[in-house]
Nanobody, 121 residues
Framework: QVQMVESGGGLVQPGGSLRLSCVAS????????MGWYRQAAGEQRELVAN????????FYKDSVKGRFTISRNRDKKTVYLQMNSLKPEDTAVYYC??????????????WGKGTLVTVSS
C-alpha cells in the first residue's frame, strides 16, 4: 500500500521561507497528480497547489500565487512546496495528497498525516 510522508514544517517568522517535501513510499503502480492542501484551526481543508504527473500543469490558490512554488522530482514520487514571503495567515497543517494507481490498477486518493507550519514573530 502507498503512504505519503511529509516533512519540512516548523516555526518561521513573517517574511521567512520553508520548503515542504512529500515522498510516496510502499507498493504502487504509479503516482499521478500530487498536491498540497492546508487546514487552519477552525477552518476547512483547502487546496493550496497541485501539479500534474509530467509537471507541465500547476495550480495555485490565489493567495499564494507568486510566493509558493510546487514542483516534483524526476522520479515522480516526490513533491515539494517552496514557500516564500510567509504570512501569519499561512499558518496551518499542510497535507500532501496524491492520486495513486495501485498494483491492481485501482485509482485511489492518498493523504499524508500533515506537517504543521506556524508563521509568527
Amino acid at each position: 500500500q502507498v503512504q505519503m510522508v511529509e516533512s519540512g514544517g516548523g516555526l518561521v517568522q513573517p517574511g521567512g521561507s520553508l520548503r515542504l517535501s512529500c515522498v510516496a513510499s510502499g507498493s504502487f503502480f504509479r503516482i499521478n497528480d500530487m498536491g498540497w492542501y492546508r487546514q487552519a484551526a477552525g477552518e476547512q481543508r483547502e487546496l493550496v497547489a497541485n501539479i500534474t504527473r509530467d509537471g507541465t500543469t500547476v495550480f495555485y490558490k490565489d493567495s499564494v500565487k507568486g510566493r509558493f512554488t510546487i514542483s516534483r522530482n524526476r522520479d515522480k514520487k516526490t513533491v515539494y512546496l517552496q514557500m516564500n514571503s510567509l504570512k501569519p495567515e499561512d499558518t496551518a497543517v499542510y497535507y500532501c495528497n496524491a492520486e495513486s494507481v495501485t498494483t491492481t490498477y485501482q485509482v485511489i486518493n492518498v493523504w499524508g498525516k500533515g506537517t504543521l507550519v506556524t508563521v509568527s514573530s
